[in-house]
């Protein structure tokens, strides 16, 4: 990819991905087109029908996501100053990172769950909110200032069952734990939509840097985990090297099986198994590439593995 100030990240995500996406024109279209706002409402802090009735008082034209019941969309762009946001009834969250919670059927019956990079705690408080505090939650990140806002999230929004740790993930002790999640660090091409900035130093080494440390972290995850437990990954890239490459390398050295992802009215198309001249393993398949043009979101990937 060309790196100077005039080439738009916009037309450098089209350029790299036309040939694997499915409607190029839609694709094209949409990532021009800013994202709508979009918000969790946490229901430990107050009934969702109250909530919501009193954010309609600012924005009758508040919805609901077709394929989750807490995650809406505003017109509004200042509702991190509202009443609501102040004491924790709402969290301001994309909606495909609303999604790798609901890949756990039954979550709310788990009873220990590690969330491995954690900052700032947009899907540690959704799971915390599904499990209506039980159970036991570890909320870890090797970032030291990213921590504040973690704690200030957790706290605001009235989290009781999370503890929070600061440590690089590759060198996290060996815990056991029911379900790990794993939103690692990525190139974030995904959120083009939302940041809508040009990139002065695009740099095609960026995925192959990143892919190192995504490997790094889920081959720990998957080392400490044990039989039967759920191992979600999941990334706001675009790029196949850090998803499916990522997915297809761990299947080459660690016992786990993938299981596929389905989000009632949600699109997911499923992993792509080749990229670049390079075959990746068939079973990536089961991995879920959500498309920006497909249900009017940023880009995501996520992959749901269960130990062997
Ligand atoms: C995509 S963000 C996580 C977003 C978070 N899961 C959420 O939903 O709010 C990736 C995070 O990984 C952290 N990180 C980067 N390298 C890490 C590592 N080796 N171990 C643990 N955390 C790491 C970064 O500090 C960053 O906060």
Not at 102 to 129: F, H, M, R, V, W
Request: hydrophobic residues 30%; positive net charge; glycine residues 4%.
């Amino acid at each position: 990819m060309k790196s100077n100030k005039t080439y738009s990240i916009q037309q450098g995500i089209i350029d790299r991905y036309a040939s694997i996406v499915d409607d190029k024109e839609k694709f094209r279209e949409n990532i021009h087109k800013p994202l709508k706002k979009s918000f969790r409402i946490n229901t430990l802090k107050g009934d969702k029908e109250d909530t919501l009735l009193n954010l309609k008082t600012y924005d009758d034209s508040i919805s609901c996501a077709k394929w989750y019941d807490n995650g809406f969309t505003t017109k509004l762009d200042n509702l991190g100053s509202s009443i609501e946001h102040f004491v924790g009834q709402i969290y301001i969250q994309e909606l495909t990172s609303m999604i790798p919670p609901l890949t756990i059927p039954n979550l709310n019956e788990y009873e220990k769950i590690i969330d491995c990079c954690a900052a700032p705690g947009s899907k540690t408080t959704q799971i915390a909110d599904i499990m209506q505090n039980n159970g036991e939650i570890i909320a870890n990140d090797k970032t030291h200032s990213r921590l504040k806002s973690l704690r200030g999230n957790l706290d605001r929004l009235g989290i009781t069952n999370t503890t929070v740790t600061l440590r690089d993930f590759r060198s996290f002790p060996n815990t056991d734990a029911d379900a790990y999640f794993v939103d690692v660090p990525c190139s974030s091409e995904g959120t083009i939509r939302k940041k809508n900035t040009i990139k002065k130093n695009w740099n095609e080494k960026d995925y192959g840097r990143f892919s190192k440390i995504q490997k790094g972290i889920l081959e720990r995850v998957c080392e400490m985990a044990n039989k039967g437990n759920q191992i979600i990954y999941s990334t706001c890239t675009f790029a196949p090297e850090e998803n499916e490459g990522v997915i297809s390398a761990i299947l080459e050295t660690q016992a786990v099986k993938l299981k596929k992802i389905n989000i009632e009215n949600l699109k997911i198309e499923e992993g792509r198994t080749n990229w670049m001249n390079q075959d990746y393993d068939k079973e990536v398949k089961k991995c879920a590439r959500i498309w920006p043009h497909h249900n009017n979101t940023d880009a995501f990937f996520i992959t749901r593995m269960e130990k062997c």
